[in-house]
């Protein structure tokens, strides 16, 4: 394995070129965009992210091994967040409903969570943020474009 990260990328890269496109010409035409990446410093660039993305693994490796509530720090938002949709969305509508029906009382006044920064911070914690999914709306925007 090489220890430059762009070589890397780039073993990498013809790798799965090879894997994927199972004709030669396929296979040109990709290892050519691949090179055209690399000319154009794309490739140092998604070769950075990459490095970034090793390095904060290695700190979520790092966080997990400390176990207690440092290592259940997530464990413990999701929790919350898990209990407030439950609250807000079931067990609210649910035992409203409950006293309406049996009881034959009017809806009882209860407590209501503000869900938006809830939303937030979930999405956050599944990898669905706002970048997240900027990304995801500039790669799908991007195929087929070219160069």
């Not at 993305?53 to 720090?73: P, Y």
């Not at 409203?96 to 809830?118: A, N, S």
């Amino acid at each position: 394995m090489a220890l430059d990260p762009i070589t890397a990328v780039l073993n990498i890269g013809n790798d799965l070129i090879q894997h994927f496109f199972p004709s030669a010409i396929e296979q040109s035409k990709a290892k050519a965009t691949l090179e055209q990446l690399r000319q154009n410093g794309e490739l140092a660039v998604i070769a950075e992210k990459a490095q970034l993305q090793i390095a904060q693994i290695a700190v979520d490796n790092t966080e997990a091994a400390k176990g207690g509530l440092m290592g259940d720090w997530r464990d413990g938002i999701g929790w919350v967040c898990a209990l407030i949709f439950g609250w807000q969305y079931f067990l609210q509508p649910a035992l409203t409903w409950f006293v309406v029906v049996v009881f034959k009382q009017p809806p009882p006044v209860l407590p209501h969570f503000d869900i938006g920064p809830t939303q937030q911070i979930m999405l956050g914690l599944l990898g669905l943020s706002a970048n997240g999914l900027k990304q995801i709306e500039k790669r799908f925007t991007n195929v087929g474009t070219g160069p």
